[in-house]
C-alpha cells in the first residue's frame, strides 16, 4: 500500500473512531470528554502493544493501527470501537470516583492489579455490553492474525469470548474453565497454542472490586503476575504435564474463584453510575439482556445465562437509580 493510500486508510478509520465516540456520548456523556481529541500514533503499539489508549494528561485518545508492523485495523468494525472507546472514557471515571487527587496511585494499581480495567469494562457494561463482548472477539481475531493463525476457534469462539468477557468485567461464570479450554486446546490446536501467548487469560480473572478489597483472596485472582502464572499452569494441564486435580489444586492456592463467596457482595457495585445516561442505557441493556436469554436456552454452556444475569443486576440497579430520580 503506497504512503497516499495509508493516509487515506487512516483518515477513514480516524472518522470511525470520531462517530464511535459521538455514539458512546449517547448513553455516557461528561463535560471532561469535550477536551479531548482522538488522534493517530502508530508509537502507541510500537510502544504499548495496544491498538487504542487514552492518555488523560494529555487529553487524548490514540489509535495505533494500521502501522509499519501491523497493516490492517485490529478492531475493525464500529461496535468494537464503541466498546474500546467507552472502556477508555470509563477510566477517567474511576480515576474521579477513587483517585482524583492522586493519579500516581490509579497508575500503581494499574500496574499490579487488573481490577481497574474490570471496572473500566463493568462501566461500560452498564450501557454498552454487547460493544464490550465485540472488542474481547475483534481483539481475539486481530491477535490470532497476527501470529498467521486466521482459522480461529471455530465453534469455540463465541463461549470462549463470553466468557472471557465476563472475566474482563469481574463478573460471576460457572463453566468449568479448565475443562473448557482443554477441550478447545484438543480441537483447535494451533490457534489455541498462539491464544496462550496472550499476556493474560481473563477467563480466570477474579471479581471486579473497589482498591480497598484487591488484597482479598476470596474475591478471586486480580494480581497481574499470579494471572500470568495462571496462563503457565494452563499450558502445562493442556500439555498432559498437569492433571485436572493438579491444576485445581494450583488454582486454589492461588484463591481461584469466579463465583461469590459472600453472599452480600455485588461487583457491580464497585463502579458507580457517573455520566451514565439512565434511559438510553436501560433501552439497550433490556434488549441485549433477551438475546443473551435465547442463547442460554440453546446451550450447554452457563456463560449465556451468567452475562444474562450480570447485565440483569446492572439493569436492576440503573433501573432503581432511575425511579429515585424520578
Not at 106 to 130: C, G
Not at 298 to 307: E, H, L, T, V, W
Request: charged content about 30%; aromatic content about 16%.
Amino acid at each position: 500500500m503506497g504512503k497516499k493510500d495509508s493516509s487515506q486508510q487512516i483518515e477513514k478509520i480516524k472518522t470511525e473512531w470520531h462517530e464511535a465516540f459521538k455514539q458512546m456520548q449517547k448513553y455516557y456523556e461528561s463535560e471532561v470528554f469535550k477536551s479531548f481529541k482522538i488522534a493517530y500514533d502508530a508509537y502507541t503499539w510500537y510502544r504499548f502493544k495496544n491498538p487504542a489508549l487514552i492518555f488523560p494528561a494529555e487529553r487524548e485518545m490514540r489509535f495505533s493501527t494500521p502501522n509499519s508492523r501491523i497493516n490492517f485495523d485490529y478492531y475493525p468494525s464500529l461496535l468494537a470501537k464503541l466498546g474500546i472507546t467507552a472502556h477508555n472514557f470509563a477510566y477517567l471515571a474511576d480515576i474521579e470516583e477513587y483517585y482524583s487527587h492522586n493519579f500516581s496511585m490509579f497508575l500503581w494499581e494499574q500496574k499490579e492489579f487488573i481490577t481497574p480495567l474490570q471496572r473500566a469494562n463493568l462501566r461500560a457494561a452498564h450501557f454498552s455490553p454487547d460493544a464490550i463482548v465485540e472488542v474481547t472477539k475483534e481483539g481475539l481475531r486481530s491477535f490470532l492474525k497476527t501470529r498467521s493463525e486466521e482459522n480461529g476457534m471455530g465453534s469455540y469462539e463465541e463461549p470462549l469470548v463470553i466468557i472471557e468477557s465476563l472475566g474482563l468485567m469481574g463478573m460471576p461464570r460457572r463453566d468449568d474453565i479448565p475443562k473448557f479450554f482443554k477441550e478447545i486446546s484438543e480441537d483447535k490446536v494451533a490457534a489455541f497454542d498462539k491464544f496462550l501467548e496472550t499476556p493474560y487469560i481473563f477467563s480466570f480473572a477474579g471479581l471486579a472490586t473497589p482498591p480497598v478489597l484487591n488484597g482479598d483472596i476470596k474475591y478471586g485472582i486480580r494480581r497481574r503476575d499470579e494471572l500470568t502464572y495462571v496462563k503457565i499452569l494452563i499450558g502445562r494441564y493442556v500439555r498432559g504435564e498437569m492433571t485436572y486435580e493438579g491444576i485445581s489444586k494450583e488454582l486454589e492456592k492461588l484463591g481461584y474463584t469466579t463465583k461469590i463467596a459472600d453472599s452480600g457482595y455485588k461487583p457491580e457495585d464497585s463502579v458507580d453510575l457517573r455520566w451514565v445516561k439512565l434511559d438510553y442505557a436501560m433501552e439497550r441493556l433490556k434488549r441485549i439482556i433477551s438475546e443473551y436469554e435465547h442463547k442460554a436456552s440453546n446451550s450447554s454452556y452457563y456463560c449465556y445465562a451468567d452475562m444474562a444475569d450480570a447485565l440483569r443486576k446492572i439493569y436492576e440497579k440503573e433501573r432503581t437509580a432511575y425511579r429515585s430520580y424520578i
